[in-house]
């Protein structure tokens, strides 16, 4: 009996202590922010994702991959919306995140040109700022600043998932870095993002599709 009543003691306290844990997460978790996906997250969405974490409170969060470049040209999204697009016709779309991916979202560094609609976009981080307006689009089409990112659908989890995603190490947080988020070449992202956090990513496991661990990178 005694025992029976110990072991539900201490059940109640390592409940307790998550409960502790993840309400200071709650509280530290602030965006904006970038959110490195460890090697064992083997979801394709996600897998080696870098994350722009633009909204976090109790109810839940909101963030775009920003190192997932499609296959699908700017021009060729636009031209089904009878946007003229005035930059290099190489340029792609990126994924966004899994969530609407019919949304696009667009990522930018205004220049106070370009009839730019201060109240239509949201300023994200220093030097990078949002909108979904169509008519900011039209406008940054006509003539493309030199940091823009076109991004289809979002990232989201719901109230607390995040957080206990966080707490089982499926990711590290990085300040928010605007020469990551234009970062020409997306494949280095990733380390990038490790290595401004003075993590190797040469040090991490690899992880194989069964999840198992397979030693290091």
């Known amino acids: 009996m005694g025992s029976e009543a110990g072991e539900a003691s201490a059940e109640r306290i390592l409940h307790g202590d998550k ?24 979801d394709p969405y996600f897998h080696r994702s870098v994350v722009l974490l633009v909204h976090h409170d109790a109810e839940g969060s909101l963030g775009f991959i920003i190192n997932r470049p499609t296959a699908i040209s700017i021009s060729e999204i636009l031209t089904g919306m009878e946007i003229e697009w005035c930059g290099d016709e190489d340029v792609v779309a990126h994924f966004g995140g899994p969530v609407q991916p019919q949304l696009g979202t667009v990522l930018f560094s205004p220049t106070g040109g370009n009839g730019e609609d201060p109240s239509a976009s949201a300023e994200v981080i220093p030097g990078v700022s949002l909108t979904q307006h169509v008519g900011t689009l039209s406008h940054l089409a006509a003539s493309p600043p030199k940091r823009f990112r076109l991004l289809l659908g979002y990232a989201g989890w719901g109230a607390g998932q995040l ?29 990038q993002a490790l290595e401004s956090v003075g993590v190797d990513p040469a040090a991490l496991p690899s992880w194989s599709p069964d999840g198992s661990d397979e030693g290091a990178n």
């Open 19 to 42: 409960i502790a844990r993840m309400a200071e997460s709650q509280a530290e978790l602030q965006a904006p922010l970038l959110l490195i996906a460890m090697p064992q997250i083997l």
């Open 163 to 191: 957080v206990q995603e966080i707490l089982r190490n499926d990711w590290l947080t990085a300040p928010a870095d605007d020469l990551l988020v234009f970062a020409r070449d997306p494949e280095q992202v990733w380390r």
